[in-house]
């Protein structure tokens, strides 16, 4: 299991990743990127010096939420671009027959390039802690909560990159396989609230009671919808009393996309190399 | 340590492989010749667990390649035709980074990869990147990453491909020394002569299918039913050429520049000494008279051309 995870493919991804100017450039735009935004968000509130002067808890609650909406829309942005190429970038560079004729197995491969790129995202992760620093200055937000969003980023990022993965290692070309991570990532984080708009008004429309599974289902489908109810308990009430359904729309979340991602990883492991004995299927 | 049996690939209709058979001993370097597009990277990919056959058996050193592929992985040292290198890695860290995908120990890896850049001479090139090593450098790099693991296979598809002069004889060197080193070798190449003085046995491979193979010797013999004559004469050709032509071991008399012509006999050699003696009875002024060596170039040429016919 250790061998799994401290491995030359990761040693050589670290290695590669972080020599790489790219590497420092992404995480340059990232950090203006959610700096533009906080700082932006402060002056507009203190009226640029000449207001109050002073942030209020309830508007650095305000800003808290701008910042996670912010990055999550960074995260579910930057994750596919990060893994839809590791294994067909690899096939375009010609470097993986090479890799495959190694002692390395599939799932070795496969999940080394899952961490090297989620380890890049934590890194832009942690580098924007000092903007959340400046929540806790003002107060409004709970440690727990930002730990709850953090633990979210993870899980959303383990998923879209194993999503992204997935493609990689069955789409040839990286640009076909890039266009079809972000296809979907586009799809489930703004196609489905789409959805889920139309079926709740289709449904109140209807006059149909609760309990509205298909709903309750899109919502679960849908980063943004979730995340939500990290912030608001009262979001989270309405939507139960909304659907009727009163399991926790985020541990739909986790079980539906950690089945996906599980099975995303696993058909990676298996079409990385190609079945050398059909029969034996 | 190498046994083929009726390996095939087939892509819809097209065959790219047609049931090859080739046994192959250990410490043999067995040469494999074709066009492009021949079916010689088709085999070699098979053999490197790189591709399903549709149908066969392929054994490297008791491991078959479609029903144990992990253990053929660690048995082979495989070079491909084409391959890329990782920007932003130095020439150590590129060994190093194979030398623990084979699960060899840092210790042994720090005293084996001085040793092969050393036999592929790169020593010098050590602390650069890969990425701008010059082709013959990258490919003489790939072949010691190939060695890492100290495989008793190497299967090179291609190695002194796009080479210069001066990297392939260098490239032509370290294959030697390999070879000296007890290593079975499967090389390709769709060169013949960059072949014929390394390896021990050679195979032609033609539209998928093996249509030759033996030693250099063997296959040369093989096509040599009909030799080229060439006589050059002080003069009367015209009488040379209806005298030659009267004999039925030859065939297609050619008149050549300078008082010479080149003709195709399929007798024997007693019969072929018989037919200068009874040429220099009829008192032809005969200057030169040679039997025209057939190259390997010629041979593979003859062999192909046979096949396109059929």
Known sequence: ?281 | MIEINGLTKKYGSFTALDSLTINIGKGIVFGVVGHNGAGKSTAFSILATLLSPTSGTAVINGASVTQEPEKVRKQIGYMPDFFGVYDHLRVNEYLDFYGASYSISARDRAELIPQLLDLVNLTEKENSYVDVLSRGMKQRLCLARSLIHDPEVLILDEPASGLDPRARVEMREILKELKNMGKTILISSHILPELSEMCDQIGVINKGKLVAHGTVADIQHQLQADKVIIVTFYRDVERAISFFEDDPSVSRVTRLENNTIQFQYAGAEESQIKLLKKAILADLPILSFKQLESNLEDVFMEITKGVDLN
């Open chain 1, 1 to 281: 299991m250790k061998s799994l995870f401290i491995n030359p493919v990761l040693n050589k991804e670290f290695k590669l990743r972080f020599r790489s100017f790219r590497t420092f450039l992404g995480l340059l735009s990232y950090l203006i990127a959610i700096g533009i935004v906080v700082i932006g968000y402060m002056l507009l509130e203190t009226s640029f010096g000449g207001g109050t002067q002073y942030i209020r808890p309830a508007q650095s609650r305000t800003m808290f939420m701008v910042l996670a909406y912010l990055q999550l829309g960074l995260i579910l942005f930057i994750t596919p671009g990060l893994t839809s190429g590791v294994i067909s970038g690899e096939r375009e560079r010609q470097t993986l027959n090479i890799l495959l004729t190694t002692a390395q197995s599939s799932t070795s491969i496969i999940i080394s390039k899952l961490i090297s790129s989620i380890s890049y995202l934590l890194l832009l992760l942690a580098a924007s802690l000092p903007f959340y620093s400046l929540v806790f200055l003002f107060g409004g937000v709970s440690p727990a909560t930002i730990a709850k969003v953090m633990g979210f980023y993870l899980f959303t990022i383990f998923v879209f990159g194993s999503f992204g993965l997935f493609f990689s290692t069955l789409i040839r070309r990286t640009i076909v396989s890039m266009i079809s991570t972000y296809g979907v990532t586009l799809f489930l984080s703004g196609g489905v609230a789409f959805l889920f708009a139309i079926s709740i008004s289709y449904f109140n429309y209807a006059n149909i009671q609760p309990p509205l599974v298909l709903p309750y289902i899109l919502a679960a489908f849908n980063p943004p919808i979730v995340f939500s109810g990290l912030f608001e308990e009262g979001i989270n009430q309405a939507f139960i009393d909304t659907t009727g359904i009163s399991f926790p729309l985020i541990w739909s979340y986790f079980i539906i996309y950690s089945i996906l991602a599980v099975l995303a990883l696993w058909v990676s492991v298996k079409k990385l190399r190609p079945n050398m004995n059909p029969k034996k299927g």
